[in-house]
DNA sequence: CACCAGGCAAGTA
DNA sequence: TACTTGCATGGT
């Protein structure tokens, strides 16, 4: 067993393969894609982004501009509309104010920017890295859900409700500050965790990386020699 | 029917 | 700090 960081990327890579994860068109869809994704699947984001392009609307320019019952029906899908709605339209409206566009705000240094997304009231640890990850293109760590569950299960002695900035920079100590990197590491966690560990999966306590015992011939955790050496 | 999905904030103790 | 609740839709 181990927990080493660079091995099980290696591991995941072989298995899944490169992610080209969160591939929006621009950054503005990116940014606004992290805020509706709270708690919500991708699928019903996807309908409150097409909501808004249909409109013409994803456009800093413009979404920063619109009202907030618009705001209500374009989002709606994604569920919690209502709070997402508002602090989307607030959180525009401050970038606006603030830096003019959106391009200007993304410039700030990452370790800058990810404290300016912070004070949104809407944008919390998680959300704050992903745009600063896939929307400015700024290499810093995202820690999710499935991260914490899949490393709890690698090395149990890694607690579930560790905090989010002890575990993130568990990773960055021990991952070189790679953006393309960073980006398909979150992503292969997110497969994994999609696909072989969801809150009720079984633990395989036989298994090197304890995620499932049913992963098909391109073991990732193999019961044979090759896991820890390939 | 219950539970979950790529969280966050505000309130309470 | 640690725990609880509200937010809301859609899928299994």
């Known amino acids: ?27 503005l869809e990116v940014f606004v894609g ?10 019903n984001v996807e309908r409150a982004i097409a909501n808004i392009k249909e ?32 602090r989307l339209r607030d959180i525009l409206r401050c970038i606006r104010r603030d830096y003019g566009s ?24 998680e959300t704050a890295d992903s745009i600063v990850l896939y929307a400015a293109e700024k290499p810093t760590f995202v820690i999710d859900s499935y991260t914490k569950r ?14 989010y900035d002890a575990l993130k920079g568990y990773f960055e100590s021990r991952i070189d500050r790679d953006l393309t990197l960073y980006q398909d590491f979150h992503a292969q966690f997110v497969e994994l965790g999609k696909r072989f560990c969801r809150k009720r999966e079984p633990v395989c306590a036989d298994c ?6 049913s992963f098909g011939s391109a073991r990732l955790h193999g019961h044979g020699a090759d896991a820890a050496t390939s």
């Open 102 to 125: 959106l391009e200007g705000f993304m410039a700030l240094d990452a370790l800058e920017l990810r404290e300016r997304l912070l004070e949104f009231s809407g944008i919390g640890n």
């Open 55 to 86: 409109a013409g609307l994803m456009r800093f320019d413009r979404l920063s501009g619109i009202g907030l019952s618009r705001m209500e029906r374009l989002v709606r899908p994604s569920g919690f509309y209502r709070q997402k709605a508002k």
């Open 1 to 27: 067993m181990t927990a080493d960081p660079v091995l099980i990327y290696k591991l995941l890579r072989k298995r899944f393969g490169f992610q080209d994860w969160w591939p929006g068109d621009t950054p």
């Open 34 to 43: 992290a805020i509706l994704t709270q708690q919500t699947s991708w699928k």
């Open 208 to 213: 090197p990386l304890r995620i499932t015992c």
């Open 150 to 163: 899949i490393m709890h299960r690698v090395d149990p002695s890694i607690d579930e409700d560790m905090a």
